[in-house]
């Protein structure tokens, strides 16, 4: 159970959005509890919504960042739970808006600003850090697999960049 | 004093009704997906089987959790309306102080739920003629926790959470008590009531809310 750092790779919006897509089709088998960080801008969003897809949700799927939790239908009738931690200042704010049922669930959990529930995250889940680069129409992505979860897939690129 | 208790924070619910050192009646409730419909009939019925009715209660022992995000609210709900409605006395006790209470350990027990995605609630308990906290509830790791106990070959385990982790468990040294023994028993919560009334009386009923168990700041941490 090594739980070392993946990456980073240099991703282009095109690149993480199928990365999304890849990444959320195992989260759903899983039942995933997946934790997103980056600063406005860096494609937290992005990422989520395809994972959604890659989980198999069809539809709209509109930002969590005002009601806090989206619930949709992935893959073979399985849950997909998308939050965003945005609007929760402190972690006083956790308790009202379920995010213990959010962990105790057995299901896909995308969760947005992660570092915000800092101190209350599962031991089992997947870290994915995201950061702007110099050259703007890409993202660092840096990955990590926490505790007893499944194998995170990584990005289908060519190389990873040593120096981004 | 007449006093219901009612422990839903893990899948199996339990419901009691007792005064002054005597349990009048009891039940477990073993599926936790119909607690929320199962636990008021239920208590009607112990009630009912007494020859009492909801008029005679003076006071009401909830187990504020730890435990399932539903259940624990499912009992707090139904114990702050049953105040409510009736101007009861309330009381709260740790779920994980009623499993130490019933495990019938003299030594000191340390009480585990299993809190899901490899962490595990647990708090230490000494009981003898009352209770002594040896440890707060705290979320964690099953390794985290027995690591911090110094010496798990001193303690004994109950609760489903040392179900989960029994073999760790084991290989530290630790016992596992019998599973009749895991469940937060509504019984233990009047016991609790009993001896220790101070520490779970509850003073605003219509704010108190069940406890939240965060991680120790060890074990904080966004890595990635």
């Not at chain 1, 619930?71 to 956790?94: F, N």
């Not at chain 2, 919560?189 to 168990?213: N, S, T």
């Amino acid at each position: 159970m090594s739980e070392l750092d993946v990456g980073p790779f240099a991703l282009t919006e095109a690149e993480l959005a199928r990365y999304g897509q890849d990444m959320g089709r195992v989260a759903l088998e899983g039942g995933v509890f997946v934790c997103l960080y980056g600063d406005l801008g860096a494609g937290k969003s992005t990422l989520a919504r395809a994972a959604c897809r890659g989980a198999g949700v069809t539809g709209p799927i509109p930002s969590p960042t005002f009601t806090l939790v989206n619930q949709y239908e992935g893959r073979g009738g399985a849950t997909v739970q998308h939050a965003d931690l945005y609007r929760i200042e402190t972690v006083e704010g956790l308790p009202d808006m379920g995010w213990e049922g959010l962990v105790q669930s057995e299901d896909m959990v995308l969760v947005e600003w992660a570092d915000r529930a800092e101190g209350f995250l599962p031991e089992d889940r997947w870290d994915i850090r995201l950061d702007f680069l110099a050259d703007t129409t890409r993202r660092r992505v840096v990955l990590r697999a926490r505790g007893r979860v499944p194998r995170l897939p990584e990005p289908r690129v060519a190389a990873e960049d040593p120096s981004c | 004093m007449l006093r219901l208790a009612l422990d839903t924070s893990t899948p199996v619910g339990s419901v009691a009704i007792g005064r002054a050192g005597e349990i009048l009646a009891e039940s477990l409730l073993r599926v936790r997906a119909t607690h929320s419909e199962a636990v008021l009939p239920e208590i009607d019925r112990l009630l009912n089987d007494c020859g009492l009715g909801a008029s005679d209660l003076q006071g009401v022992v909830v187990g504020g959790g730890p435990g399932s995000f539903t259940g624990v609210r499912i009992a707090a709900s139904l114990a702050k309306g049953m105040c409510h409605a009736r101007g009861l006395e309330l009381f709260s006790f740790s779920s994980l102080a009623a499993v130490a209470a019933g495990a019938g350990s003299e030594g000191p027990v340390c009480a585990m739920f299993d809190a899901r995605r490899g962490q595990v609630y647990a708090a230490g308990y000494r009981v003898g003629e009352g209770i002594e906290e040896l440890f707060a509830p705290r979320a964690g790791p099953l390794d985290r926790v027995l690591m911090d106990l110094g010496e798990p070959g001193d303690w004994c385990f109950a609760g489903d959470g040392a179900g989960a982790g029994e073999d760790a468990i084991r290989s530290a040294g630790g016992q596992v008590l019998d599973p009749d023994t895991w469940v937060p028993s509504a019984r233990a919560l009047l016991w609790l009531a009993a001896v220790d009334p101070d520490r779970g009386r509850v003073a605003d009923p219509g704010r108190w809310e069940p406890g939240y168990v965060r991680l120790p700041s060890a074990q904080r941490g966004t890595g990635a």
